[in-house]
């Protein structure tokens, strides 16, 4: 037994609450009883099945998350989660969840996790993994690596993959959009304004100053035409400046929103 996850987490400062608002995603699916949880660590998903009403438990190897889980009243086994998935018997199971567990195994384990799952999954049961999302900025250049224990990214459609090998419907692949802090602040670009032509505007300007009565066009000897063309030809290319800074701009707002996803991808599998 060990307790690295714990320690690690008590030192980093973990946030219960930003957890828990992330797990609300999945409750949806989640709603036929018993849920095994594998790895609940501290057990912010259980405490919200609990609160849903569905009956549910988890297994974990870090004995400090199993104490801390146990203080909040939550049924959480000491132990290895392959073991407890193992253990169930066959469609038994409502639902079969996890957060934040697979980054720590080597692939050929979360294949046989995902066939253990399909097994003790009842009819309409569902699988249910997130795992953080190596398409994230911050998340592969620093978070991941950040906890000593991880192994590997999974990709949602390489999970996808695990999934349908085992004989599971796959529901549904994605960002989890409650954990999406988006791009830091500090990369964000300010708003460009685009003004509108003024061109009739300096057309009539010029046509007051020249003569005021005059319903005419500006006369082309005036040194005023040539004073209007200039002037024209100056705002002219600023508009296409700050066409051109819009759209800058809108790729630099597209090219953060591809660097800055959500930090949490998933995927949901069902057994027919």
């Not at 594998?38 to 190897?61: K, Q």
């Not at 994230?136 to 991941?144: E, L, R």
């Not at 032509?197 to 300096?202: H, Q």
Request: proline share 7%.
């Amino acid at each position: 037994m060990s307790r690295v996850e714990s320690d690690y987490y008590a030192y980093m400062g973990y946030d219960r609450e930003n957890t828990l608002e992330g797990m609300r995603h999945y409750l949806p699916w989640l709603t036929q009883a018993p849920v095994l949880e594998l790895a609940p660590g501290r057990g912010e998903m259980l405490s919200l099945l609990r609160e849903a009403g569905v009956e549910a438990y988890g297994v974990d190897l870090d004995e400090g998350m199993v104490e801390q889980a146990a203080a909040d009243g939550l049924d959480v086994r000491l132990g290895d989660a392959l073991e407890g998935i193992r253990a169930a018997a066959d469609g038994t199971l409502g639902g079969v969840f996890s957060a934040h567990f697979v980054e720590h195994l080597q692939p050929d384990v979360v294949a046989e996790l995902v066939r253990e799952s399909a097994r003790a999954l009842a009819p309409g049961g569902h699988f249910v993994a997130a795992t953080p999302n190596a398409a994230c900025q911050s998340v592969m250049g620093h978070d991941f690596w950040r906890d000593p224990t991880h192994i590997r990214f999974y990709e949602p459609r390489l999970l996808a993959f695990f999934c349908a090998d085992a004989g599971l419907e796959v529901v549904e692949t994605g960002g989890n959009p409650r954990n999406n802090p988006g791009p830091p602040p500090e990369t964000r670009a300010k708003d460009v304004a685009v003004d509108p032509a003024m061109s009739d505007e300096l057309a009539r300007t010029l046509q007051r100053i020249t003569d005021p009565k005059s319903k005419g066009k500006v006369d082309p000897d005036s040194p005023w035409y040539a004073m209007g063309h200039y002037v024209n030809v100056l705002m002219t290319r600023l508009e296409q400046t700050q066409e051109q800074l819009l759209d800058l701009r809108t790729a630099h707002e597209q090219l953060l929103q591809r660097l800055y996803p959500s930090n949490e991808v998933y995927v949901v599998a069902r057994r027919a």
